[in-house]
């Protein structure tokens, strides 16, 4: 059987099964995510709306195949295939940017049953600057802030910003042979810098930044008022040039800015705590006990950042929450006949 129609019968079949409940029984709306990653971030966006009328199951693709990514959700449950009680929910990546410029981008934008991050991705929301001290503490249990995150990433995003609208424009042209989203998390790269004193990395970056937009500006002297056209559209869907950082690809800014950082800052945060712990101690014994038990408290830093959810009151995410409200609004009401 064709997997586009196998999913059609899906559908109807999950329709069907709410059919046959009472009507006191509680509505099954199930969710269909890209990976085993975006389950935990879906489960924290859907479940503050389950109640006593309707709940989610959030669900990979396919049980039959191990078929994952974005594709496989949009291919397999847009248009006929969703419905009242059965979604999609999927990062963003471009496609929100690109504003219905390609068949993806409008598959994402104009169903009623596709949600989206509006942020690049869920490691975008798990980097949400204002949060990361309270991943430092997870990992370390030291509380001391010793670096300025949110200072930090919004200095990040000013140097980033004007090569972002560069990229948006190339992806919305056709031109992203000639400058591709590898080329621009190539330029991005922030490199090592110090902990203490950040400032020289990022006036290399702006560096950087400054000569390959000079490179563009040569290459598509026409693409001027393209350009500034670009940027007040992407301004106007939420972009600041404070907040790029949030729109980059995700596992960029996950792997190559934001996990350095922490390294470094956790770092520095574990020592600290080491140090107190061996000049504080009374005696050898009570130094190797209590090193131990702070040791055996650590955590992992990809996992911490993994699991973070301080992203709860940004205002991307607080427009996820808008779009499932008014989604729901619908559904509740939508006949089960």
């Known amino acids: 059987?064709?997997?586009?129609?196998?999913?059609?019968?899906?559908?109807?079949?999950?329709?069907?099964?709410?059919?046959?409940?009472?009507?006191?029984?509680?509505?099954?709306?199930?969710?269909?995510?890209?990976?085993?990653?975006?389950?935990?971030?879906?489960?924290?966006?859907?479940?503050?709306?389950?109640?006593?009328?309707?709940?989610?199951?959030?669900?990979?693709?396919s049980h039959q195949k191990l078929e994952r990514g974005k594709k496989s959700v949009l291919m397999n449950f847009v248009g006929d295939n969703v419905g009242p009680d059965m979604i999609a929910c999927v990062d963003a990546d471009y496609d929100y940017m690109l504003q219905r410029a390609t068949p993806q981008s409008r598959r994402v934008l104009d169903s009623s049953y596709v949600f989206h991050t509006y942020v690049y991705s869920?490691?975008?929301?798990?980097?949400?600057?204002?949060?990361?001290?309270?991943?430092?503490?997870?990992?370390?249990?030291?509380?001391h802030r010793i670096f300025d995150f949110d200072d930090y990433m919004t200095q990040y995003s000013e140097a980033i910003f004007p090569l972002f609208v560069w990229s948006v424009w190339a992806y919305r042209t056709g031109n992203y042979n000639r400058f591709s989203m590898t080329d621009f998390a190539r330029?991005?790269?922030?490199?090592g810098f110090n902990v203490?004193?950040?400032?020289?990395?990022?006036?290399?970056?702006?560096?950087?930044?400054?000569?390959?937009?000079?490179?563009?500006?040569?290459?598509?002297?026409?693409?001027?008022?393209?350009?500034?056209?670009?940027?007040?559209?992407?301004?106007?869907l939420g972009v600041t040039p404070q907040t790029t950082y949030l729109y980059i690809?995700?596992?960029?800014?996950?792997?190559?800015?934001?996990?350095?950082?922490?390294n470094k800052v956790c770092n520095r945060l574990r020592m600290e705590r080491q140090e107190e712990i061996y000049h504080t101690a009374v005696h050898h014994?009570?130094?190797?006990?209590?090193?131990s038990c702070y040791e055996h408290s650590l955590q992992d830093i990809r996992q911490m950042l993994k699991?973070?959810?301080?992203?709860?009151?940004?205002?991307?995410?607080?427009?996820?929450?808008?779009d499932v409200e008014e989604y729901l609004k619908t559904a509740r009401t939508t006949p089960e006949t």
Not at 127 to 140: G, R
Not at 307 to 322: A, C, E, F, V
Request: hydrophobic letters at 35%; one cysteine or more; aromatic letters at 10%.
């Open 122 to 143: 869920i490691e975008n929301m798990q980097c949400y600057a204002q949060s990361l001290h309270e991943v430092c503490v997870s990992v370390t249990l030291n509380d």
């Open 249 to 262: 690809q995700g596992h960029h800014l996950f792997d190559n800015v934001v996990v350095p950082i922490l």
């Open 307 to 322: 699991k973070n959810t301080g992203y709860k009151q940004s205002p991307q995410y607080l427009l996820i929450q808008h």
């Open 187 to 191: 330029v991005i790269d922030p490199g």
């Open 1 to 61: 059987m064709p997997s586009r129609l196998k999913d059609h019968l899906n559908s109807r079949y999950f329709e069907a099964a709410n059919q046959l409940k009472s009507k006191k029984a509680r509505r099954r709306i199930v969710a269909y995510v890209e990976s085993y990653d975006d389950i935990y971030f879906w489960r924290t966006v859907l479940s503050r709306f389950e109640d006593d009328k309707c709940y989610f199951e959030i669900m990979l693709p």
């Open 196 to 236: 203490l004193d950040p400032q020289p990395s990022l006036d290399h970056l702006r560096s950087k930044v400054g000569r390959k937009v000079k490179q563009l500006q040569s290459e598509f002297p026409q693409a001027k008022e393209e350009y500034l056209n670009t940027k007040a559209s992407v301004k106007s």
């Open 285 to 291: 014994e009570q130094r190797r006990n209590e090193m």
